[in-house]
């Protein structure tokens, strides 16, 4: 790509400059860092946060965002009784000590999400934590852990050393973890890779789909500058059919493979990684390929990629089916964040996290005069969470004009009408003085999305500006932006071309301009949305019993008094250990397990269950009871067998009461004992 001019906006609106490339390319970077550090950006190895006022919050209002700590890549979401589990790498010891595990969060549209812990935690094999891959539902059980088991094909360092991991050098392998309970907990088959490594340096963030014409499931590899293919017919042996080398974008992640109709009624295939184009003149996103695939290689229409965003940080993008229309449409999401300055964020300071990721698209293949591309719009189900909407109607822009409007978290749309213009676009998150704002707009040939001006995370001041194609015969555009308190987010027209970028402005610069230079520009249907606050509660694990004890304030009575957890590992289970009334080997014993009193603050308690099926109310119970004001106000049994299962309880009805868990075991015969794990208060 050759350097474009850019609006700085230093003055007046309409004032241009036009540096060369390495300009362009290097920036201020000593006057980006002393503003970075004013706006209380953290640098790579942040210390813990200290407790922020709301005042000073820079969480993304209707974004999604990591309770706490850290986040990287989204993994695939799946579709599981009726919501979409989304899983990401989360860091709890971010700050302290490298390594991810699988969080999990819930969300019916896609839009409004709802934590759920963590899913699959490090540590707990010889492999350490784990890295990118993919969750598929096993509805043939092909791999026999069960019809609809959740079954993830996971990057992990095989048996790496301790250098390794601080380093995370070890040799990288795939390796198989499987939930029972609906995906909501994982456990890891064995710490022996289904896909060794095989003396690459780069084996990564494995992307599974099934493949139904062939009866067998296809698994794509990030090898370098390479996709390798592999398939298998359980997920657990796998055979290498062939190789895509694209040498022209350096190291590819995050591989994805799949097939879509487009408008004109073509079905055709599609292949995505995530690469750094940067250097080249392309995006650090995620490029794709249409073509075809046999089963064995992909085949692209071109080799050249296009790009899903030009943005600088939409990173380890994913797309997963709308189950409404599988074939004719997607949704995807990106990591709002880049490998080139990931911890230079006020988030971390201000609100003890780190992660944010872009509103979730809705995507569909269409073609165009030049082929065939991907389109995205945000997720029409985003303006089911709108609180409010400004319009503005029409306004002409001769120049600049303030909008009266002033917010930090909001979407903007446009439609944008002129004859003969140099450059258009709207100012965000303009300071008092006029001074700080980032722009999105268009110049001649190219629409760009410019944050040089304001909270640049990029403290080498390289990455500033985003170019995508425009088409210079046109004189009409359709401007739809998102912008949050720390993202911005840019659609042009159909969402062909879509520029994403971190931004950390001051939290009180908010004020919007409009404006123009070289001509006059009509700005109609001007409207201002502004969404709820989606922020999730994290989820709340009452006990996962892995101590030495039941856990602080619970109580025994009767036969239980002076047990604690037992080392077991169930079908099912979580962790190294579990609550079993079975004491002292046989089921003679009877009493209670009670834990402390909790308030109930979230919709859901979800627990896993096993043991004698005696119901409450029986002679002889076996019964895991939520109790209000002392009375049982839920209860469950087991099913006589040792295999845990979940049980979820929906809590709308006693919101804000005071509730205590009992686990009471009043048998003594067959199956006369009740086992239990992993409770979790959730969304």
């Known amino acids: 790509m050759t350097s474009r001019p850019s609006l700085h906006g230093a003055g007046a609106a309409g004032t241009l400059r036009r540096p060369g490339k390495a300009r362009l390319r290097l920036g201020l970077a000593a006057l980006l860092g002393l503003a970075l550090t004013a706006l209380g950006v953290v640098a790579p190895g942040p210390a813990a946060p200290a407790p922020a006022l709301a005042a000073d919050s820079y969480r993304d209002v209707y974004h999604f965002t990591v309770p706490d700590h850290w986040k990287n890549d989204p993994q695939r979401p799946v579709y599981v009784d009726g919501a979409f589990h989304y899983y990401y790498l989360y860091n709890a010891d971010y700050g302290q000590a490298v390594g991810t595990a699988w969080r999990l969060a819930t969300t019916g549209d896609n839009v409004a999400f709802h934590d759920q812990g963590v899913a699959a935690p490090k540590k707990t094999n010889a492999n350490y934590d784990l890295w990118s891959g993919s969750a598929v539902v096993d509805t043939g059980n092909t791999a026999g852990f069960g019809a609809g088991a959740i079954v993830v094909l996971v990057t992990q360092m095989d048996h790496p050393t301790p250098a390794q991991i601080a ?29 060794p490594n095989g003396g690459r340096k780069d084996f990564r963030d494995p992307k599974v789909l099934w493949d139904a014409p062939r009866h067998r499931w296809v698994a794509l590899l990030a090898e370098g500058s390479a996709i390798g293919f592999f398939t298998s017919p359980d997920l ?59 089963g064995t290689s992909f085949t692209p229409d ?28 997607r949704f995807a999401m990106g990591w709002m964040n880049n490998w080139s300055y990931p911890h230079t964020t006020p988030t971390w300071a201000a609100d003890g996290f780190n992660g944010t990721d872009s509103i979730t698209r809705r995507i569909t293949l269409k073609h165009y005069d030049d082929g065939y591309a991907l389109a995205s719009e ?26 009266g409007y002033h917010g930090t978290a909001y979407q903007l749309d446009a439609d944008v009408g002129w004859s003969t213009i140099d450059n258009l676009g709207v100012q965000l998150r303009v300071s008092a003085d006029g001074s700080r704002h980032a722009d999105a707009g268009i110049f001649h040939d190219v629409s760009y999305l410019n944050r040089r001006q304001t909270g640049n995370p990029d ?30 987010e840019y659609f042009v027209d159909d969402g062909r071309y879509v520029h994403s970028a971190e ?63 037992t080392a077991e ?14 004491a002292g080997g046989s089921d003679a014993a009877t009493g209670t397990v009670t834990s402390p009193a909790f308030t109930v603050d979230r919709r859901s308690l979800h627990l896993l269950i096993a043991g004698g099926n005696h119901p409450l109310g029986r002679p002889g119970a076996t019964s895991v009871n939520l109790l209000v004001d002392g009375q049982p106000v839920r209860t469950a049994t087991g099913d006589d067998s040792g295999s845990l299962r979940p049980v979820t309880w929906d809590l709308a009805d006693l919101q804000g009461r005071s509730a205590q868990l009992q686990v009471l075991d009043d048998a003594t015969g067959s199956w006369g004992h009740l086992i239990l794990d992993q409770v979790t208060l959730s969304d």
């Open 459 to 488: 403290p080498s001041g390289a990455r500033e500006e985003s170019h995508a194609p425009y088409d210079p015969a046109k004189t009409h555009a359709h401007l739809r932006i998102l912008v949050d308190r720390t993202t911005i």
């Open 503 to 565: 931004a950390f402005p001051d939290p009180a610069d908010d004020g919007v301009n409009l404006f123009t230079s070289g001509g006059a520009a009509t700005f109609a249907n001007v409207t201002v949305t502004e969404f709820a606050d989606l922020a999730q509660r994290p989820a709340d694990v009452l006990a996962d019993f892995e101590g030495t004890t039941y856990g602080t304030g619970w109580t025994a009575t009767g036969g239980l008094t002076g047990t604690g957890p």
């Open 378 to 403: 945000p997720v029409p189900a985003l303006a089911q969470h709108a609180t409010g909407v400004t319009a503005l109607g029409t306004i002409q822009v001769d120049g600049q004009v303030r909008l």
């Open 569 to 582: 590992s169930l079908p099912g289970s979580v962790g190294s250990a579990v609550l079993d009334t079975f």
């Open 236 to 294: 657990k042996t796998w055979t290498w059919v062939s190789d895509y080398a694209n040498g022209s974008l350096g190291t590819l992640e995050c591989p994805d493979l799949f097939r879509i109709r487009a408008d004109d009624g073509t079905v055709h295939w599609v292949m995505g990684a995530s690469a750094n184009g940067y250097l080249t003149g392309d995006p650090n996103t995620y490029a794709y390929w249409t073509g075809t695939f046999d």
């Open 302 to 329: 071109t080799g050249a990629p296009q790009w899903l965003d030009h943005g600088l940080d939409w990173y380890a993008g994913v797309t997963w089916e709308d189950p409404a229309a599988p074939l004719d449409r």
């Open 167 to 195: 380093d995370a050098s070890g040799p990288q392998a795939q390796f198989l973890w499987y939930s029972t309970d609906g995906g909501r907990n994982f456990r890891p088959y064995g710490d022996t890779p289904v896909l």
